[in-house]
């Protein structure tokens, strides 16, 4: 399964993996029925989770809601640390994951905007570093794994600073690869896909942040918490959710 799964998402393009992987993999979850680990976003237990990534990691993905250890890490931290589920927001989500877009709408209904630049699951089409939305519109906004694709992160982070309210915040997660280094490596002249996998971690990324990814958003103008919040959970938790140990939800505020 996992050498499947790495083929898919290898040379598969993304929008095509977004509108039919799931409808794929509610039939393996079958398979996978059992008691072992649980999803938080779906509440769907498991045997195991699915494999997933191009260098596979084992009890990885939700084969239910297609979420991913750092989904439902999220996923607790907005439960257990924000009023995210309390009450209505106004809310973007770059880059909508499937996993949260119809639990995330149910309860934000029409102030709840889904864009990306080429994702069919997005109702606004844009590009992250100049949005059709007027400064402090947004309580809350969603941008994961996205600003390791983009040309200039910087203008990026300035872009999301500047649409959000004052007093909202921000999830930005990035890809952490371990050992991180000191500072960020960027290379415009590295252009081709085996080039940038080997340089930055994957063929469609133009970048890979390092210890400086904090300070990089501070200077967008973010406050920014490192937050640990899985260190705060019981180990047969984390375990149970299959949660990433060595990632920190990236809290920002305005």
Same mark, same amino acid.
């Given at each position: 399964?996992?050498?499947?799964?790495?083929?898919?998402?290898?040379?598969?393009?993304?929008k095509?993996?977004?509108?039919?992987?799931?409808?794929?993999? *509610?039939?393996?979850?079958?398979?996978?029925?059992?008691?072992?680990?649980?999803?938080?976003?779906?509440?769907?237990?498991?045997?195991?989770?699915?494999?997933?990534?191009?260098?596979?990691?084992?009890?990885?993905?939700?084969?239910?809601?297609?979420?991913?250890?750092r989904?439902?890490?999220?996923?607790?931290?907005?439960?257990?640390?924000?009023d995210?589920?309390?009450?209505?927001?106004?809310?973007?989500?770059?880059?909508? @994951?499937?996993?949260?877009?119809?639990?995330?709408? =149910?309860i934000? *209904?029409?102030?709840?905007?889904?864009?990306?630049?080429?994702?069919?699951?997005?109702?606004?089409?844009?590009?992250?570093?100049?949005?059709? $939305?007027?400064?402090?519109? $947004?309580?809350?906004?969603?941008?994961?794994?996205v600003?390791?694709?983009?040309?200039?992160?910087?203008?990026?982070?300035?872009?999301?600073?500047?649409?959000?309210?004052?007093?909202?915040? =921000?999830?930005?997660?990035?890809?952490?690869?371990?050992?991180?280094k000191?500072?960020?490596?960027?290379?415009?002249?590295?252009?081709?896909?085996?080039?940038?996998?080997? =340089? #930055?971690?994957?063929?469609?990324?133009?970048?890979?942040?390092?210890?400086?990814?904090?300070?990089?958003?501070?200077?967008?103008? $973010?406050?920014?918490?490192?937050?640990?919040?899985?260190? *705060?959970m019981?180990?047969? @938790?984390?375990?149970? #959710?299959?949660?990433? #140990?060595?990632?920190?939800? #990236?809290?920002c505020?305005?």
């Amino acid at each position: 399964m996992k050498y499947l799964i790495s083929f898919f998402i290898r040379y598969i393009p993304r929008k095509y993996l977004q509108l039919f992987s799931h409808w794929v993999l *509610k039939i393996v979850a079958v398979f996978y029925t059992g008691n072992k680990v649980t999803c938080p976003v779906c509440d769907h237990s498991f045997r195991k989770f699915l494999p997933y990534g191009r260098k596979a990691r084992t009890n990885a993905l939700c084969p239910n809601c297609l979420a991913l250890e750092r989904h439902r890490l999220m996923w607790v931290f907005l439960k257990r640390e924000t009023d995210f589920f309390e009450k209505q927001k106004k809310v973007l989500h770059i880059a909508p @994951e499937i996993c949260f877009i119809d639990k995330f709408e =149910a309860i934000h *209904k029409e102030d709840y905007i889904t864009a990306d630049i080429e994702s069919p699951l997005a109702k606004v089409k844009l590009d992250v570093h100049e949005m059709p $939305f007027e400064n402090n519109q $947004f309580d809350v906004v969603f941008c994961n794994h996205v600003l390791e694709h983009v040309a200039d992160d910087r203008k990026a982070m300035s872009e999301i600073h500047r649409v959000l309210k004052p007093g909202g915040f =921000a999830i930005l997660q990035i890809p952490l690869f371990h050992p991180l280094k000191d500072n960020t490596f960027e290379d415009a002249s590295i252009i081709s896909p085996k080039s940038r996998e080997k =340089a #930055f971690g994957q063929s469609d990324h133009v970048r890979m942040f390092g210890r400086d990814y904090a300070d990089r958003l501070r200077s967008a103008g $973010f406050n920014v918490d490192e937050n640990r919040y899985i260190e *705060k959970m019981p180990l047969e @938790e984390v375990n149970r #959710f299959a949660l990433p #140990f060595d990632e920190p939800v #990236f809290y920002c505020t305005k």
